[in-house]
Nanobody, 115 residues
Framework: VQLVESGGGLVQPGGSLRLSCAASGFTFSNYAMSWYRQAPGKEREMVATITSRGTSTNYAESVKGRFFMSRDNAKNTVYLQMNSLKPEDTAMYYC?????????WGQGTQVTVSS
């Protein structure tokens, strides 16, 4: 099982980034997927979730209207489009897969928002 995040980097405030998470080793289309983030000294927090078929999404209040999560089950990939980025969005971003009692995590990709 692998979840590999990509697309992180350094961006100026107000900028955009698109994160990707490529999955392998399990039946991706059965799993709800989530993005989490963890800033230094803080607890990991949920950013966005999407149902297995992509019919429903849910977002943390802090990112609503700025971040958008999607998935492509044909490509076994989920995405997080991040717009109007703020310094407080700086964190390591992780993707997570859930199906019943099974949970898988990726290794994370760093997002830094700074001028």
């Amino acid at each position: 099982v692998q979840l590999v995040e990509s697309g992180g980097g350094l961006v100026q405030p107000g900028g955009s980034l698109r994160l990707s998470c490529a999955a392998s080793g399990f039946t991706f289309s059965n799993y709800a997927m989530s993005w989490y983030r963890q800033a230094p000294g803080k607890e990991r927090e949920m950013v966005a979730t999407i149902t297995s078929r992509g019919t429903s999404t849910n977002y943390a209040e802090s990112v609503k209207g700025r971040f958008f999560m999607s998935r492509d089950n044909a490509k076994n990939t989920v995405y997080l489009q991040m717009n109007s980025l703020k310094p407080e969005d700086t964190a390591m971003y992780y993707c997570k897969a859930d199906f019943g009692r099974r949970t898988y995590w990726g290794q994370g990709t760093q997002v830094t928002v700074s001028s």
